[in-house]
C-alpha cells in the first residue's frame, strides 16, 4: 500500500475515534508522510487573496493590536500595487484542472477584492473545490446570487465573534446583523444543502458566559454548524525564541509572526475556556459544535499558560499543502507564522516550486528537529475539528 493510501485510511478511521486516538493516529500518518523530502502534489492550496480588510478585529495577526499589515501595507505603497491579478491567478491554476486539490481562500477579507467572485467562479471551473472564510459584510445580492450556483463552493465560513453587542464591538456597529443577513441569503438560495454555512468564532474572554446564547442564536439564524476556535498567539519570549531559530536555520530575519503578539492569559483563563466550551457543547447537543482543536481541561489550561505546550507535535503541512501569499509568494506557513519562501508564482510555476531545493530544505528542518516555538498556536496544526 501507498504511504497515501495508507495515509488516507488512518484519516477516515481518525474519525471515528475519540481525541486521544485521534492524535495518535495523526502522529502516526504524519510520521508516514514525512519520510521523503519530495512530496506528493499538495492536497491544498491556500490563496491568501489581499492582505486589505475593512475591519480591525482586535485579536487579528493583521489588522488588530499588534497586526503587521499597516507596516506591510507602508512598504508597499500603493496598497494593490503588488497583489496578483485575476489573470495571473488564472495561470496559477490552469496546470491543476481536474486535479484533487482543494482551495481555501483567506485575507484580509477575501471580498475587499472587487473579483473575488469571479476567482471563485474560475477555480471551481478547473474542477477543484474551494471554502473560505469571511466577515461577510462585502458581499452583496449580486455576488450571493452567483455564489450559491458555483458548483465547487463546498463550505463559507462566516466570523461570527460573539452575540450581536459583543460582536459589533469587536467588528463595528452593524455588521453583525449585516453578516447574519447574508449568510441566511445563501442558506435560503442554495440547493442541496450546499454549500454549507458555518459559523466560525474566535473564544475571547468577551464570551465567558455567553457561548451557549451565541450558538443557540446560529443555530436559529439556520447555519449548519458552528465551530470556535482557540487563540492564535504567542508571548514575546516565544517569538523571540521564533526569530532567533529561524535566523539559525535559514539566515532569515524573519519578523511575519510579530502580529500574533499577546500576553500570556493563563491558567486560570484556560480553565475557564474550557468550562465555556464544554458547557455550551452539551447544553446545545444535538446541534453542531466543534472546537477547533477539542482540548481536555489539563490541555485547555496548557494552550493557555505554556507556550511549550503542543497540541500535535508534527507539522505536516509542508508535504500536503501550499500557501500562495497576495502577492504571489510561496510559502508552506499560512497567517505569517513563517516567512520562508520557496519562490514566487510570477516566475515559476508553482508545481516546480513545490518540490525545489528550497522546499526541500525546509522539509528536511522540520524532520531534523521538529516545530519550530511559534508553530504551537499555528492553524495548521490546531485547526482540527471535533
Ligand atoms: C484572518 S481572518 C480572514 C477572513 C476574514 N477577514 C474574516 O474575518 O473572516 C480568518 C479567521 O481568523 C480568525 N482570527 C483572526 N485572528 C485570530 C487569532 N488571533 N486567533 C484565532 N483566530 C483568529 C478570524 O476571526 C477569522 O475567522
Ligand atoms: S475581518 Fe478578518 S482580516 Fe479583517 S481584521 Fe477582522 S479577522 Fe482580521
Ligand atoms: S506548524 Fe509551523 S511548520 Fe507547520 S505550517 Fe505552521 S508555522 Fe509552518
Not at 76 to 97: S, Y
Not at 154 to 171: A, K, L, Y
Not at 177 to 200: D, F, G, H, M
Request: overall charge positive; charged content about 25%.
Amino acid at each position: 500500500m501507498s504511504s497515501g493510501g495508507l495515509a488516507n485510511r488512518i484519516g477516515v478511521a481518525s474519525r471515528l475515534l475519540p481525541v486521544t486516538g485521534w492524535r495518535a493516529l495523526n502522529d502516526l500518518r504524519e510520521s508516514r508522510l514525512h519520510s521523503s523530502l519530495e512530496a506528493p502534489l499538495f492536497r491544498e492550496i491556500n490563496l491568501e487573496m489581499t492582505i486589505v480588510c475593512n475591519l480591525r478585529c482586535p485579536f487579528c495577526w493583521w489588522w488588530g493590536t499588534n497586526g503587521v499589515a499597516p507596516k506591510i501595507i507602508r512598504e508597499k505603497q500603493p496598497l494593490w500595487k503588488d497583489q496578483l491579478t485575476f489573470e495571473e491567478i488564472q495561470k496559477v491554476f490552469l496546470p491543476l484542472k481536474g486535479k484533487k486539490v482543494h482551495v481555501y481562500l483567506s485575507g484580509g477579507e477575501p471580498f475587499e477584492r472587487k473579483d473575488a467572485i469571479d476567482i471563485i467562479e474560475f477555480i471551481s471551473s478547473m474542477g477543484l473545490t474551494v471554502s473560505f472564510t469571511t466577515n461577510g459584510t462585502l458581499l452583496t445580492d449580486p455576488i450571493i446570487e452567483r455564489l450559491v450556483k458555483v458548483k465547487g463552493v463546498t463550505i463559507v465560513h462566516f466570523s461570527i465573534d460573539g452575540p450581536q453587542e459583543i460582536h459589533d464591538s469587536i467588528r463595528g456597529k452593524g455588521n453583525f446583523a449585516t453578516t447574519i443577513a447574508n449568510a441566511q441569503k445563501i442558506l435560503a438560495l442554495r440547493e442541496n444543502r450546499r454549500p454549507q454555512v458555518w459559523a466560525n468564532s474566535v473564544i475571547t474572554n468577551a464570551l465567558f458566559g455567553k457561548t451557549t446564547e451565541l450558538v443557540r442564536t446560529i443555530e436559529k439564524a439556520g447555519f449548519d454548524r458552528h465551530v470556535f476556535q482557540h487563540l492564535w498567539f504567542a508571548d514575546r519570549p516565544t517569538l523571540d525564541q521564533h526569530k532567533q531559530a529561524l535566523m539559525d536555520d535559514f539566515g532569515i530575519v524573519d519578523t511575519a509572526a510579530e502580529g500574533h503578539l499577546m500576553e500570556l492569559p493563563g491558567k486560570e483563563y484556560g480553565r475557564k475556556v474550557y468550562e465555556e466550551l464544554e458547557g455550551t457543547r452539551r447544553a446545545v447537543f444535538p446541534f453542531q459544535m466543534w472546537t477547533a482543536p477539542r482540548l481536555s481541561l489539563e490541555e485547555s489550561e496548557k494552550y493557555y499558560s505554556d507556550m511549550k505546550f503542543c497540541v500535535v507535535k508534527s507539522c505536516g503541512k509542508p508535504w500536503a499543502g501550499i500557501n500562495i501569499k497576495a502577492d504571489g509568494t510561496v510559502e508552506f506557513c499560512p497567517d505569517q507564522w513563517i516567512a520562508y519562501s520557496v519562490g514566487n508564482v510570477r516566475e515559476a510555476p508553482l508545481l516546480e516550486l513545490w518540490n525545489n531545493d528550497a522546499a526541500k530544505k525546509f522539509r528536511s528542518k522540520l524532520n531534523e528537529h521538529g516545530l519550530w516555538p511559534g508553530c504551537v498556536h499555528c492553524c495548521a496544526i490546531n485547526w482540527r475539528q471535533q
